[in-house]
């Protein structure tokens, strides 16, 4: 049984990691964040201490290391993605092994970096890539390398998620802190298209606002064009006040039917870092070039047959 500490315990995807830990027979043995609002941890691991300041969940951590029984082995981590870095740093020198969400960190220079602290720690950073573990994408991975290797797929990614003024209003809205839109809600998609089409050859963007982002990406195995919204007035109207999700993934003419089967992601990721088998620094090194990209692109005219149709009706 291995000793977790986790960090951001009272944000939106804390509770997948909390299960995780405990459907793999692991104990969570400390928790931190600025926020109280986390009674969920009364239903998974109750006798958990929690800190409300860092300061205070570190030096714990750092008494915790005195005695092998109650060693921390591993932190994860589900804070706000401008805080991923200095806080997978802080893992790594507990002498910890970190298990950290999307998006890593964003650039490659700050991947660099934690190499350095990898080096200096001899712990590892785990990044969570949980799509890479969807039976539907496994099986489409599989297909495409059994297509003839000069087949390049043409590929429509469509992903509107609603929010309300409150995303506008939280760290999720201010770029400085999410990084942008393209990169809080889209980044394990660019993972995806990499994990199954290869290498990026082309990364064009269309369209780029605080709400809404588009544009272009072709894979060695594929030519995508993508749109990201997190505006319901972006909703198809036959979805439009029925529901406040729009997600398709068109691949030369055929539906990536995925929606089913997200329950237990995190526990298969944890169960593969676990098992020694996990995703490192260099496997979220494509992703976050991907978005260091689109982030700092300016946006030009598309190409015929390039443009995402949902840009067409934007101004």
């Known amino acids: 049984m291995k000793n977790f500490a986790l960090i951001g315990a009272a944000g939106y995807i804390a509770p997948r990691h909390m299960r995780a830990i405990k459907d793999t027979d692991n104990h969570l043995a ?51 993605n401008y805080l991923h870095h200095p806080h997978i740093a802080a893992g790594l020198r507990l002498g910890c092994d970190v298990i950290c969400e999307k998006p890593l960190v964003p650039t490659p220079e700050l991947v660099d970096e934690l190499e350095r602290v990898e080096k200096e720690t001899g712990k590892r950073v785990f990044n969570i890539l949980q799509l890479r573990h969807h039976e539907a994408i496994l099986k489409l991975r599989d297909k495409v390398a059994a297509a003839p290797a000069d087949t ?89 006040g029925k529901k406040t999700t729009f997600r398709n993934i068109d691949i030369s003419g055929e539906k990536l039917e995925f929606s089913e089967g997200f329950t237990d992601l995190h526990t298969a990721s944890y169960k593969e870092i676990l098992a020694g088998r996990g995703y490192g620094l260099e496997d979220a090194r494509h992703c976050i070039e991907t978005v260091n990209v689109i982030r700092s692109a300016t946006p030009v005219q598309g190409e015929q047959g390039e443009v995402h149709p949902f840009v067409r009706h934007l101004a």
Not at 33 to 62: C, K, L, M, W
Not at 202 to 214: C, I, P
């Open 152 to 240: 390049k797929f043409d590929v429509e990614l469509t992903y509107i998620t609603s929010r309300g003024k409150w995303y506008m209003e939280s760290w999720k809205g201010d770029n400085r802190k999410s990084f942008g839109v393209a990169t809080n809600i889209g980044v394990h998609f660019y993972d995806m298209l990499h994990f199954i089409f290869g290498k990026l050859q082309r990364n064009v963007v269309h369209y780029s606002g605080t709400a809404k982002a588009a544009g272009y990406l072709e894979y060695e195995r594929a030519r995508v064009r993508w749109f990201l919204s997190i505006d319901a007035n972006d909703l198809p109207a036959d979805v439009k």
């Open 30 to 80: 400390v928790a931190y964040d600025i926020n109280d609002s986390v009674g969920i941890i009364d239903s998974i691991s109750p006798q958990s201490e929690f800190f409300t300041e860092f300061e205070r969940f570190y030096e714990h951590a750092q008494q915790l290391k005195r005695n092998p029984a109650t060693a921390l082995d591993y932190v994860a981590i589900c804070s706000p």
